[in-house]
């Protein structure tokens, strides 16, 4: 009996991880198919901005950042935010209720006052307590609201989308560093789609290492710290291959919250941001794809091959394993809350492909990765290794995960998503971490997802906590 458990569980795993390699492979294809397309269809940024900027069709969008106890660089991120380059935009900067100088700096720094502003609560949130804008004209485009502590960014997100009167929104982090071009991008995807573009993804990378002028990225530099070094070379493959081959078959399963435009009455209507969800980003752009297909309309959501925003990752393996373990309690929820769209053709190519690719490979893959770890150390214990034959397949997946990482950056460098300061360098770095990552960076977030599933079971409370920052160099003029 045990001979064959053993023997069902050997192949289970081996044709597992060909599915895997091969799902991998789709999405190569469908990125370099939807490159190909978008060099042909997005001309360079300078043309963008002129055609955009001339027309007097070009869609307003809101920028909604909610702040909590941002003292230390609130002013700075606003002035950040305000560096947008783009015809007619609104920031709307939240304030939830937060306990240190935040609003008092705000207040003072731009000549705030509060203005008669009758909320709609079109989606739920905390009670607005007052709404502020500047009496200076150079800051017309900011407006502050007030709210009550609603102790989530999805709550903060809510507020602005009541005060958002523009058809589109993008929702940011009041930290991120957003690059000057970034709305121009998006916006060309939506203005030039057949069909109504609901939400647009813009590609995200980590600043860590980077060197900031003025509220923008002087310097692109990728890092040099071990975690932010994996953390780069894994959202280089997230966005430039996994959501840009997504959304060349319309099945993108989510929006980054970091940085992401969405068409406000979709969003609306859909209900906005669930307020409790560990994973509010891919739940709404869910219900949007839901709203969207149970009413009969079609729609697009699509990806921005080019680098759009910047955000400072984790540094320390405290920090990453409570970000991957809220990230894994939100992939138990999504698959728990949403389970009427897998394997369901009704919802589109998101339903039919997207959802059930989710499930097989990345929320069980944790599991069975962590169960083949513990087989492992079983069959040592008991002499039953075949070594020879685990060395070639442990081979085989490992000169793959390279294949992969080469095929990202060959993306990179051909669209040039981003100008690396040393291109050389740069990439001689996200090579070592594609070397070193099967030994030490993929272990550590199996292990913080499996952790994230057993919170979720047990019904471990959520806490969730701010990412320690260390902050970004800053480039001195003298």
Same mark, same amino acid.
């Given at each position: ?168 929104? !993008? &929702? ?9 071009? =970034? %709305? @121009? #991008? ?120 080019? !680098? &759009? ?9 405290? =920090? %990453? @394993? #409570? ?156």
């Amino acid at each position: 009996m045990w001979l064959t458990i053993y023997y069902i569980f050997c192949y289970l795993i081996f044709f597992y991880t060909l599915t895997i390699m091969a799902s991998y492979l789709y999405l190569v294809v469908q990125s370099y198919r939807a490159q190909r397309r978008m060099s042909v269809e997005m001309p360079d940024d300078d043309t963008i901005k002129y055609l955009l900027k001339s027309s007097p069709l070009t869609p307003a969008v809101s920028i909604i950042a909610p702040a909590y106890n941002e003292e230390v660089t609130i002013i700075d991120n606003v002035y950040s935010l305000m560096q947008i380059d783009y015809p007619n935009y609104e920031i709307i900067v939240v304030n939830d209720d937060s306990t240190d100088r935040t609003m008092e700096l705000l207040i003072n720094e731009f000549s705030l006052v509060e203005i008669p502003y009758d909320v709609a609560m079109r989606v739920p949130s905390k009670p607005i307590k007052r709404v502020l804008k500047s009496i200076e004209d150079r800051f017309s485009n900011l407006v502050v609201v007030d709210k009550e502590h609603g102790g989530r960014k999805s709550d903060g997100s809510n507020a602005g989308i009541n005060v958002c009167s523009n058809k589109y929104f !993008v &929702c940011t982090d009041v930290d991120c560093i957003v690059e000057p071009m =970034a %709305i @121009y #991008r998006m916006m060309w995807l939506v203005v030039n789609s057949h069909v109504p573009m609901i939400g647009v993804s813009a590609t995200m990378l980590m600043s860590n290492g980077c060197v900031v002028e003025d509220g923008s990225v002087a310097e692109a530099n990728v890092p040099n710290m071990p975690l932010p070094l994996f953390q780069q070379l894994e959202y280089l493959r997230s966005f430039l291959i996994g959501k840009l081959g997504w959304s060349a078959i319309n099945a993108l399963p989510n929006i980054s919250g970091g940085f992401g435009l969405f068409d406000t009455d979709v969003v609306v209507k859909s209900g906005g941001y669930d307020t409790q969800s560990m994973a509010e980003d891919v739940d709404m752009l869910l219900r949007m794809v839901t709203y969207m297909k149970n009413s009969g309309q079609d729609f697009r959501v699509a990806q921005v091959p080019k !680098v &759009c925003c910047w955000t400072e990752g984790p540094s320390s393996i405290r =920090a %990453i @394993y #409570r970000q991957r373990v809220r990230w894994a309690r939100g992939l138990f929820e999504i698959v728990s809350n949403h389970r009427k769209l897998f394997f369901n053709p009704h919802y589109g190519t998101i339903g039919a492909f997207t959802l059930p690719y989710i499930l097989m490979f990345e929320f069980i893959a944790p599991v069975f990765e962590l169960s083949g770890y513990l087989f492992m150390i079983w069959l040592v214990l008991i002499g039953g290794v075949n070594w020879n034959a685990s060395f070639v397949i442990f081979g085989m997946i490992y000169v793959f995960s390279i294949f992969i990482a080469l095929c990202v950056m060959a993306f990179d460098y051909s669209t040039n998503a981003v100008k690396w300061k040393k291109t050389s360098l740069s990439y001689a770095k996200l090579l070592l971490a594609a070397l070193l990552e099967p030994f030490i960076y993929h272990p550590l977030i199996t292990y913080c997802s499996n952790a994230g599933y057993w919170k979720f079971l047990r019904n471990t409370t959520a806490v969730w906590k701010p990412i320690a920052r260390r902050g970004v160099r800053k480039k001195t003029r003298g």
